[in-house]
């Protein structure tokens, strides 16, 4: 599903539901989404505008199909005479295990003979407590990556803010005055309702495509000039 | 005397003739560029002499282009220098300010967001009131352009522009407004996007239109180019200037990039004809790093201050 059927961008006042405000923050949203490539990470996204209170809401379901990858998934790891003996096989994820075991060990007591070599000392750690530390969490990096197109979407005046953070939902509201419960309490009532689309008739005269134009255009050097004179 | 600038697009073979013509009609050449085998001249020549100058120019097989905001400063500004502003939009517009002739400036305020928060601090407004022209660049939402943004650029002494999302006939306490441009997430790459830009440029063009129709009530004792030469030839420091521009034309001053404690004095002993510079101008410090900003005074001050100095 595109990115475009998965953002709604909806205004709390019922008197202007569709103005051009409504219409630019669906356009910004589907270009932000699209440039930090989260779209197909999100399930749903509805955005709720009340600018004269004024807050912004996002509410975003996040898909986190993905498990975790632990060491043993991108490293062999075998016991030798010297140490723990661990070849790094998938050396996209090199900085990710370092910077892992370096925190964990400390970067001195590692030997490292190469780019792919490390040996661990045996009295440090046991082989299956290493096979099985998560070196990569792909719920961190997708939820980091929306949260950060949130925070791009966002008005930059409002910044007071309130975020939750539930097991796949993230929540943000945010206004330049204190946030109020008068306002969840609306929001929770417009989300109650099914998302609504902004209609056709409305969005197609911003929709950004060349249209044509009456006008002669003239090339950036041509001698317009030049008829007129003779 | 009323001007027109233009832009002189052809090879260098015999180019000369054209720069010659200009000197000769007492117009002003701003700025000569070649590059192998092209010429830019960038010239300012009296209204009436127009006819000449084309004709010179079809002669030598180039294009005249009109540079209507030539010998201005032009400030845009966005509310602040946050990635919700800049960008796409501001970049647009500016450099499609400066291929109309126009020197800009690009300032984002510090607290210009938001609704019951926006402001503008007085130092702010008057680095804008050193330029001749405003440009506020502001989003999406009609609410607040109506009900909040004018708090920004109510009280600003020079002529502004405002340009915002919702298509509107106008903002208020704004002369000019320039609807369905807001906060956009890309480019301007469309031919009716750059309808919206050349519309900015209109307005600006107004706006420097207006300030030197005021000037002319009570013009200027000279042409801020022919004391830009002035200085050029008797501050031999200012070819040791890295900026792209040192000195900078306004349309009734100049802004000196020389540091304004050293120069001050140099600047000030400038010998223009019969005057020095400090009795045809203002000499302060600009708001701007320490550069200096010399703001000309119009013929009725000059001759006001030449009997005070003779009582005295």
Redesign the interface.
């Known amino acids: 599903m595109a990115a475009e059927n998965k953002v709604f961008v909806e205004s709390l006042d019922l008197a202007d539901p569709f ?3 409504i219409i ?2 669906k ?2 949203a589907d ?2 989404f699209a ?1 930090l490539a989260v779209s197909g990470a999100l399930r749903l996204v509805r955005i709720l505008i009340d ?2 209170t ?1 807050f912004f809401y996002i509410w975003g379901e996040v898909n986190t199909m993905e498990t975790p990858i632990r060491l043993a998934d991108i490293t062999s790891i075998t016991l030798a005479d010297g140490g723990i003996h661990l070849v790094i096989e998938d050396e996209t994820y090199a900085p990710d295990i370092l910077r892992l075991l370096w925190a964990q060990f400390g970067r001195e007591r590692l030997t490292q003979l190469d780019r792919w070599n490390l040996i661990i000392p045996p009295q440090l750690t046991s082989l299956e407590a290493l096979k099985q530390m998560i070196t990569v969490n792909p719920r961190e990096r997708i939820v980091n990556k929306v949260l950060d197109a949130f925070n ?1 979407l966002i ?5 007071v803010r309130q975020s939750t953070f539930d097991h796949n939902t993230i929540t943000i509201i945010a206004s ?2 204190p946030i109020q419960d008068e306002w969840l309490n609306r929001v929770k009532e417009a989300l109650r309702k099914p998302p609504s689309r902004i209609p056709e008739e409305y969005s197609e005269k911003y929709k ?4 044509q ?1 009456q006008k002669k ?1 003239v090339p950036w ?6 008829e007129s ?1 003779e | 005397m009323s001007t027109e600038s233009f832009i002189f697009e052809g090879g260098p073979h015999r180019h000369e003739l054209i720069t010659e013509l200009i000197e000769d009609l007492g117009g002003w050449i701003i700025q000569k560029k070649i590059m192998a085998q092209e010429i830019t001249i960038t010239f300012i020549i009296p209204e009436a002499d127009i006819p000449l100058v084309r004709e010179k120019a079809l002669q030598l097989r180039g294009s005249l282009r009109d540079q209507p905001l030539l010998g201005t400063e032009i400030a845009v500004i966005a509310p602040t220098i946050a990635r919700h502003h800049l960008p796409h939009l501001l970049c647009d517009i500016a450099e499609y300010l400066r291929r109309l002739g126009a020197k800009t400036n690009m300032v984002g305020l510090a607290r210009g967001v938001g609704q019951r928060i926006a402001q503008i601090s007085t130092y702010e407004k008057n680095v804008i009131e050193e330029h001749d022209v405003a440009v506020f660049v502001f989003g999406n939402f009609e609410y607040c352009l109506k009900e909040h943004k004018w708090k920004l650029y109510k009280d600003l002494a020079i002529p502004f522009v405002v340009t915002g999302g919702p298509d509107l006939a106008a903002v208020p306490h704004a002369d000019y407004y320039i609807g369905n441009i807001g906060r956009l997430p890309y480019r301007f790459r469309l031919l009716d996007e750059f309808d919206k830009l050349q519309q900015i440029g209109n307005a600006v063009s107004k706006c420097a239109r207006k300030v030197r129709a005021a000037l002319e009530h009570d013009p200027l004792f000279l042409s801020p180019y022919a004391v830009k030469e002035e200085i050029e030839r008797q501050i031999p420091e200012i070819q040791r200037v890295l900026s792209p521009t040192p000195i900078v034309p306004q349309i009734r001053g100049l802004r000196i990039k020389l540091p304004f404690p050293l120069f001050q004095e140099k600047i000030a002993n400038v010998k223009i004809g019969d005057y020095l510079l400090s009795e045809i101008a203002e000499i302060a410090q600009s708001n701007f790093r320490n550069y200096i900003l010399v703001k000309f005074l119009p013929r009725s001050q000059i001759a006001i201050k030449k009997e005070d100095n003779k009582k005295n």
């Open positions: 103005n051009f405000g630019s923050y356009i910004i270009t932000i440039d600018i004269k004024p791009r008005p930059e005046g409002f910044r330049e005055n950004r495509e060349p249209k134009i255009i050097k041509t001698h317009e000039f030049q004179l």
